[in-house]
């Protein structure tokens, strides 16, 4: 089984930038993707970025291509979320999961807690 946990949110102004981490344990050679998805105040959760675990190719959704970067350091078992220019509509938790690719929340699995991203005007 692998268990993954977000950290790194936080407060930030409009235009700031955050580094989010995605800590993954256990069996982690079964990691296929690794996902990005978030959860605004009273809104569904969708589809950030996701990357390829053994090879590091990048994904992402229109809204945050061009700020957000993906990456996967494997030595570490660690998974980041480079935000930069940050947005008030970002707000929301960040959460990360595995599953086979894709944008649908229903192919991921194991989600871990999440982590708060909070943007200020």
């Known amino acids: 089984q692998v268990q993954l946990v977000e950290s790194g949110g936080g407060f930030v102004q409009a235009g700031g930038s955050l580094r989010l981490s995605c800590a993954a344990s256990?069996?982690?050679?079964?990691?296929?993707?690794l996902g990005w998805f978030r959860q605004g105040p009273g809104k569904e959760r969708e589809f950030v970025a996701n990357v390829n675990w053994r090879y590091g190719a990048p994904y992402y959704a229109d809204s945050v291509k061009g700020r957000f970067t993906i990456s996967r350091d494997n030595a570490k078992d660690t998974v980041y979320l480079q935000m930069n220019s940050l947005k008030p509509e970002d707000t929301a938790v960040y959460y990360c999961?595995?599953?086979?690719?894709?944008?649908?929340?229903?192919?991921?699995?194991?989600w871990g807690p999440g982590t708060q991203v909070t943007v200020s005007a």
């Open positions: 999961a595995r599953g086979p690719g894709g944008t649908r929340e229903s192919h991921y699995a194991g």
């Open positions: 256990g069996q982690t050679l079964n990691i296929y993707y």
